[in-house]
């Protein structure tokens, strides 16, 4: 069975390689809905192979996803650690959840930078594929969970409602969109007790004022056209799709039994946030076990991928893994790690993945 669904995959991966070479023939501003749309339809109709894989050839075994990125960076050598953790990796494709995104938009700036955002990942997504081998399988798991389970509105529901209780007096996002406009609408109903949890950007100080929170965020967000675009909205699309990511990744290790790496603060920051209050509403302790340790691994591996980047190793991948397996370094880290310790100081863990990763030396 194993066996037959390896090579069910690889025939998957070489038939997208083939399609993405095809869409990657358009010029960027010539990329149109329907090519878009040919991935959508290309991995609804492998939809079933997607989930035997997960059912029967990753099943007890730990597969990390990289997601909550627009791509993987097959350059980018400092984020090699995402191999040194777990038997099975996949790059959760972002590809088919554009559709929605661009489909939506009139924002000519906006637009483009989206295009030009698919052109990168469908090129990056080329290089994955006939450069990383079996190291790295590209599976679109956010949208092939929802298309699994067919619950995208109930998903959306959900983000709206926990948007909303960010606030005071507004029950679902059409009257936040007409009490909410400007930063004083936002100070004047914001619920005080969540400021402490709500980040724009990286690097956003909670103790700032709201106005000089939201300036920022569009200096880090300069190709949004803020003509076009109130306070009140870029509010929305900071926190809403921050919190509406977060649910689509719970979603996707829950369906898939994956572990999400993320590299970057922001995700990361509202993943934490969402899944310890989905937690404390698990009934099974079973459930709340697996909960738990797939969040401290998601933890772990976002430390160990910083302090991977400040080190430079002169290995490449082969030799890398390799070398992991030789010095058991996963089994090891947790053991030192005690997972899963929510009590356990960060800078204890840094100091950790530091022990270990000195013996890569």
């Known amino acids: 069975m194993s066996n037959t669904l390896f090579e069910e995959l690889n025939i998957v991966q070489n038939k997208y390689l083939s399609l993405l070479k095809e869409i990657g023939k358009v010029p960027t501003e010539d990329i149109s809905l329907s090519m878009i749309d040919s991935v959508n339809v290309f991995w609804y109709e492998n939809r079933n192979i997607v989930r035997l894989v997960f059912d029967y050839l990753f099943k007890a075994r730990d597969t990390y996803c990289f997601s909550a990125a627009t791509i993987f960076d097959v350059d980018d050598r400092g984020q090699d650690s995402f191999f040194l953790l777990g038997e099975y990796h996949v790059f959760d494709d972002p590809i088919p959840s554009y559709l929605n995104t661009v489909n939506g938009i009139s924002d000519k700036i906006y637009l ?7 052109s990168d990942t469908i090129k990056d997504n080329i290089r994955i594929l006939e450069e990383m081998g079996n190291h790295l399988f590209i599976l679109p798991l956010r949208y092939s969970s929802v298309i699994v389970n067919r619950h995208a509105k109930e998903l959306n529901e959900i983000a709206e409602y926990l948007f909303c209780n960010l606030f005071t007096n507004i029950s679902n996002i059409e009257e936040y969109r007409s009490k909410v406009v400007t930063t004083d609408d936002l100070v004047q109903h914001f ?3 969540n400021s ?3 980040l724009l950007f990286e690097g956003d100080n909670p103790s700032e004022s709201w106005e ?3 300036e920022k965020f569009k200096e880090e967000n300069d190709y949004l056209d803020k003509k076009m675009l109130s306070n009140g909205d870029l509010f929305f699309m900071a926190v809403y799709g921050n919190l509406r990511q977060a649910l689509a990744l719970f979603d996707m290790a829950d369906t898939f039994g994956v572990i999400p790496f993320i590299r970057s603060f922001i995700p990361l920051h509202y993943y934490i946030l969402l899944v310890s209050t989905l937690e404390s509403n698990l009934k099974s302790k079973s459930d709340i076990t697996e909960v738990k ?10 430390f160990l991928y910083r302090e991977f980047r400040k080190r430079e190793f002169n290995y490449s991948l082969d030799e890398l893994i390799q070398k992991a397996r030789d010095i058991d370094f996963e089994n090891e880290i947790f053991n030192d790690l005690d997972y899963p310790n929510d009590n356990q100081e ?6 950790i993945v530091n022990k270990f990763l000195d013996k890569f030396v």
């Open 191 to 193: 619920d005080k007790h």
């Open 196 to 198: 402490a949890f709500i």
């Open 112 to 118: 483009k930078k989206m295009k030009s955002i698919i």
């Open 212 to 214: 000089n929170r939201i």
């Open 346 to 351: 960060i800078s204890e863990t840094i100091d």
């Open 293 to 302: 340790n797939s969040l401290w691994k998601t933890k772990v591996s976002y």
